[in-house]
């Protein structure tokens, strides 16, 4: 299992980022797979989950309305589309996966992370 999350960058407030995180050794679809973050000093922040099973999609309430979690099968890449970012967003994003299937943000498996800075 590989991943290699990308997109990441500096942006203003109020701004968008598209993360990328491409997957090799493994189809997409196997797992259910998602996105977490980790900001200096902080606990690691479960953000978005899409369920195998059902392509269920999930988020945490901090990002709710704001992020969109996709996911192109033909390309094995999983997104993460994230608007009207604020500085408390500043982490590096990691995209995981979990090989119960269950989107409970109980990661296996994940790659380099990709810096998202929020700053004016």
């Known amino acids: 299992v590989q991943l290699q999350a990308s997109g990441g960058g500096l942006v203003q407030p109020g701004g968008s980022l598209r993360l990328s995180c491409v997957a090799s050794?493994?189809?997409?679809?196997?797992?259910?797979i998602g996105w977490f973050r980790q900001a200096p000093g902080k606990k690691r922040e479960g953000l978005s989950c899409?369920?195998?099973?059902?392509?269920?999609?999930y988020y945490a309430d901090s990002v709710k309305g704001r992020f969109t979690i996709s996911k192109d099968s033909s390309k094995n890449t999983l997104y993460l589309q994230m608007n009207n970012l604020k500085p408390e967003d500043t982490a590096v994003y990691y995209c995981?996966?979990?090989?119960?299937?269950?989107?409970?943000?109980?990661?296996?498996?994940w790659g380099r992370g990709t810096q998202v800075t929020v700053s004016s």
């Open positions: 899409i369920s195998n099973r059902d392509d269920r999609t």
């Open positions: 050794g493994f189809p997409l679809d196997v797992y259910a």
């Open positions: 995981a996966t979990e090989y119960t299937g269950v989107c409970d943000y109980e990661w296996d498996a």
